[in-house]
């Protein structure tokens, strides 16, 4: 079992819609939660970070936290196709930040 | 600006040389990471350091060394490039504290050939 799980996708959303992008986690003791995105041959971009459990809002992006279940989720509202991105989770294990492979987010105009 | 610095942008090279990839950052952040990454696919963790004069190995296997001698400066080097090095070397940095993401440079994409 990979230590941070996602979704490879393509996740497609139409353009105005919810998109929804998911992340499970290994270590339970994780205290800190970090969602990036990245362009088609860009860096990662860091967008959210989450701490405690339930909701963190900015803007259009909202990340929720479920420590019980080991899980952590984005949502993007008003989804644009400038979305369109891989969005990377990141949890923070002992001294370094442990990343999934990202779920690739395609916004249909 | 605070920021964080990758050069070169771009680096086509041949096959038995060595390079050095150069990585600065303004922050002052004690935490500096490197992260080769491959088109589509995920990141890996080749090298990481937590201040000066302290370098690890990261969890991929790398015939890569870095150095840190300066706090803002964590350069990394191939000493005879050969094709399968031809990848993206992303630098990262953090503040230290288990709070704070991580940082990245624009990368270096390396071609050998």
């Known amino acids: 079992q990979k230590e941070v799980e996602q979704n490879s996708g393509p996740l497609s959303v139409p353009e105005g819609a919810i998109a929804s992008l998911n992340c499970t986690y290994s270590d339970r003791g994780s205290q800190s939660f970090f969602w990036y995105r990245q362009y088609s041959g860009k860096s990662p971009e860091l967008i959210m970070s989450i701490y405690s459990n339930g909701d963190q809002e900015d803007g259009r992006f909202t990340a929720q936290l479920n420590k019980a279940s080991q899980y952590v989720s984005l949502l993007i509202r008003d989804s644009q196709p400038s979305d369109s991105a891989t969005y990377l989770c990141?949890?923070?294990?002992?001294?370094?930040?442990?990343f999934g492979t990202g779920t690739l987010l395609a916004v249909q105009p | 600006e605070a920021d964080i610095y990758q050069t070169p942008r771009y680096l086509v090279i041949g096959t038995g040389k060595k390079i050095t990839l150069e990585c600065s950052q303004t922050m002052g952040h004690d935490k500096m990471y490197w992260y080769q990454q491959d088109p589509g696919m995920e990141l890996h963790l080749i090298h990481y350091?937590?201040?000066?004069?302290?370098?690890e190995k990261g969890d991929l296997s790398s015939e890569s060394t870095v150095s840190r001698i300066r706090t803002e400066h964590f350069p990394l080097t191939l000493e005879s490039a050969r094709p399968s090095h031809t990848s993206q070397y992303l630098c990262?940095?953090?503040?230290?504290?288990?709070?704070?993401?991580?940082?990245f440079g624009s990368g270096t994409r390396l071609t050998v050939v």
């Open positions: 990262a940095s953090s503040e230290s504290g288990g709070g704070f993401g991580y940082t």
């Open positions: 350091s937590y201040g000066v004069n302290s370098t």
């Open positions: 990141a949890v923070r294990a002992t001294n370094k930040l442990i």
